[in-house]
T-cell receptor, first 112, second 114 residues
């Protein structure tokens, strides 16, 4: 079955540092890949997505590239801010399109 | 923000009691989902609905039932709650059952079963 593995957190960075959160997946076919973000006390919000190999999703300075050869979708940001502190979830959609499989989440803490 | 309201937002109850959580949407989306969120597991799908009275099981459906009598409402019921069902429950909606379409999430219900 489908599965998603994320690096365990928490990840603690200083403001303006470079961020990478690793995500690898196992799936049949060619799933769509997503990054969601969860701020304290809130539900998940879509951050970015990629629907096919070599696609790059981007939003709010975050980027992730769909790498089929390494089955990865790592999240990056060049300069993090305190307001980026949240939990980040990598997810993949199944081929039927009716289910998402999530990774365990990575907590990011950014210090001023 | 997508119009999704979960109720209640917090609930504490005892083992063996029935519990119903409600998800209400104002977007007229066809698909609705119930997830539970537990540390280290991310979100896991409990049940989903692809239309009125059309539902199917997800990854962790044992001990849960759902109903959808109207497009806008999706109910999750724990017939006899157990301590292992203590969790944060999220409802999500999507316009189509298409993996390219994102899901939009409610703010969650924190359920504690003592």
């Amino acid at each position: 079955g489908n599965s998603v593995t994320q690096m365990e957190g928490p990840v603690t960075l200083s403001e303006e540092a470079f961020l990478t959160i690793n995500c690898t997946y196992t799936a049949t076919g060619y799933p769509s890949l997503f990054w969601y973000v969860q701020y304290p006390g809130e539900g998940l919000q879509l951050l970015l997505k990629a629907t096919k190999a070599d696609d790059k999703g981007s939003n709010k300075g975050f980027e992730a590239t769909y790498r089929k050869e390494t089955t990865s979708f790592h999240l990056e940001k060049g300069s993090v801010q305190v307001s980026d502190s949240a939990v980040y979830f990598c997810a993949l959609g199944n081929n039927a399109g009716n289910m998402l499989t999530f990774g365990g989440g990575t907590r990011l803490m950014v210090k001023p | 923000d997508a119009g999704i309201t979960q109720s209640p937002r917090h609930k504490v109850t005892e083992t063996g009691t029935p519990v119903t959580l409600r998800c209400h949407q104002t977007e007229n989306h066809r698909y609705m989902y119930w997830y539970r969120q537990d540390p280290g597991h991310g979100l896991r799908l409990i049940h989903y609905s692809y239309g009125v009275k059309d539902t199917d099981k997800g990854e962790v459906s044992d001990g849960y039932s759902v109903s959808r009598s109207k497009t806008e409402d999706f109910l999750l019921t724990l017939e006899s709650a157990t301590s292992s069902q203590t969790s944060v429950y999220f409802c999500a909606i999507s316009e189509m059952g298409d993996s390219n379409q994102p899901q939009h999430f409610g703010d969650g219900t924190r359920l504690s079963i003592l």
